[in-house]
């Protein structure tokens, strides 16, 4: 069984940053597919940032230039830098990971962005 923990979410002013972790216990987080999804009050969960295994990045339009996933196997851990944050980006965050059998989500971490 894999669980992930995300962290780093809370309040921020518009312009300002946040770095989003998700850590992964159990598996084998080298092979894991990992990616940030987002979900606003009222409205889908969307994606937001993905990273390979091999570390290959993308991104949603709406994030892009702005937001940087990266992740260290050493640590089995995913992060999201998130810079020049706008009030639009305020969501819950969520931490995904797809390997092996499963598709695993975290708890999400709250981001909300002020005007």
């Known amino acids: 069984q894999v669980r992930l923990v995300e962290s780093g979410g809370g309040l921020v002013q518009a312009g300002g940053s946040l770095k989003l972790s998700c850590v992964a216990f159990?598996?084998?987080?080298?092979?894991?597919?990992m990616a940030w999804y987002r979900q606003a009050p009222g409205q889908e969960r969307e994606f937001a940032a993905t990273i390979t295994p091999n570390g290959f990045t993308n991104y949603a339009d709406p994030v892009k230039g702005r937001f940087t996933i990266s992740r260290d196997n050493a640590k089995n851990t995913v992060n999201l830098q998130m810079n020049s944050l706008k009030p639009e980006d305020t969501a819950i965050y969520y931490c995904?990971?797809?390997?092996?059998?499963?598709?695993?989500w975290g708890q999400g971490t709250q981001v909300t962005v002020s005007s």
């Open positions: 159990g598996g084998t987080f080298s092979l894991y597919h």
């Open positions: 995904r990971g797809v390997g092996g059998s499963g598709v695993y």
